[in-house]
T-cell receptor, first 114, second 114 residues
């Protein structure tokens, strides 16, 4: 079946603009994660959705970052007033939920803020 | 605070060689450990997931071991091939502080030379 799909694959934006990144998880996966991978750094947790529960937003680096998940499926990560330090690869993952389930990642969105 | 370390950061081997990648973590309170590979410009592909109660998992030429008490995992690749060239990441799922926040190492970049 189809894996995790992310769009766009690449995004170049000017400093100060808003951007939206989209993630379409594997069908039937109730858990959805957003991570950020910066050059030379490990993956950094951003936000987690599980079913209809309130999301865990504890990893969002500032209030310019927000995310939503509509209908328990597609998720959008929004970055307002982008800064150069936001440049990174944004990775989405999904799983069946539960601590024993492996994560399956999409190919990511490479964001460049000029 | 959980920290995951992968040594070496880069490894170059000739085709056909057996090799071991290392992953260490500071806190043994984990549900499981997952190994991924990442090809340039791509997302993460799940290779193996070892639950905390398990000692090892095998898939084809890959074998991953886990020694939770000593905070170590190894990924053994048999008869390496040029197609194995990628960055290999390990991640632990902690039992405390939010089990959804996987903690990743920075990876080992493997090059298999023909």
């Amino acid at each position: 079946g189809a894996g995790v799909s992310q769009s766009p694959s690449n995004k170049v934006t000017e400093k100060g603009k808003d951007v939206e990144l989209r993630c379409d998880p594997i069908s039937g996966h109730t858990a959805l994660y957003w991570y950020r991978q910066s050059l030379g750094q490990g993956l950094e947790f951003l936000i987690y959705f599980q079913g209809n529960s309130a999301p865990d937003k504890s990893g969002l680096p500032s209030d310019r970052f927000s995310a939503e998940r509509t209908g328990g499926s597609v998720s959008t990560l929004t970055i307002q007033r982008t800064q150069q330090e936001d440049s990174a690869v944004y990775l989405c993952a999904s799983s069946l939920g539960g601590v024993s389930s492996p994560l399956h990642f999409g190919n990511g969105t490479r964001l460049t803020v000029t | 605070k959980q920290e995951v370390t992968q040594i070496p950061a880069a490894l170059s081997v000739p085709e056909g060689e057996n090799l071991v990648l290392n992953c260490s973590f500071t806190d043994s309170a984990i549900y499981n450990l997952q190994w991924f590979r990442q090809d340039p410009g791509k997302g993460l592909t799940s290779l193996l997931l070892i639950q905390s109660s398990q000692r090892e998992q095998t898939s084809g030429r890959l074998n991953a071991s886990l020694d939770k008490s000593s905070g170590r995992s190894t990924l053994y690749i048999a008869a390496s091939q040029p197609g194995d060239s990628a960055t290999y990441l390990c991640a632990v799922r902690p039992t405390q502080g939010g089990s959804e926040k996987l903690v990743f190492g920075k990876g080992t970049k493997l090059t298999v030379n023909p």
